[in-house]
């Protein structure tokens, strides 16, 4: 069955591809922890979120905890292409939507 196929065949591409997005937030997410608890920053992660995480930190240290996040997400695997990352910051969720 020509259906049947083309299911497996995408579930085929999409399990690589989901899986190595998965293997780089959980490297990421190891990488953000283990310099967060060395430095005793006042960071905290609340949220993962498929490929999104939400940390809290205190609004004047906001700035800082952007540039940790992006540079340990970015920094999270060596790629042949260039990882964008976006970070948003704000007092509430609704604020980074």
Do not use: Y
């Not at 190891?30 to 920053?41: Q, T, Y």
């Not at 905890?65 to 990882?83: D, I, N």
């Amino acid at each position: 069955n020509a259906a049947e196929r083309a299911h497996g065949e995408r579930l085929a591409i999409n399990t690589v591809v989901q899986g190595s997005a998965a293997d780089l937030i959980k490297k990421a997410m190891i990488r953000i922890h283990r310099r967060v608890k060395e430095e005793g920053l006042p960071f905290h992660l609340l949220l993962q979120i498929h490929d999104e995480l939400l940390f809290e930190a205190p609004e004047d240290r906001a700035d800082e905890a952007r540039r940790l996040v992006e540079g340990e997400m970015t920094g999270a695997m060596r790629l042949r292409v260039p990882l964008k990352v976006s970070v948003g910051c704000g007092r509430d969720w609704l604020e980074l939507k």
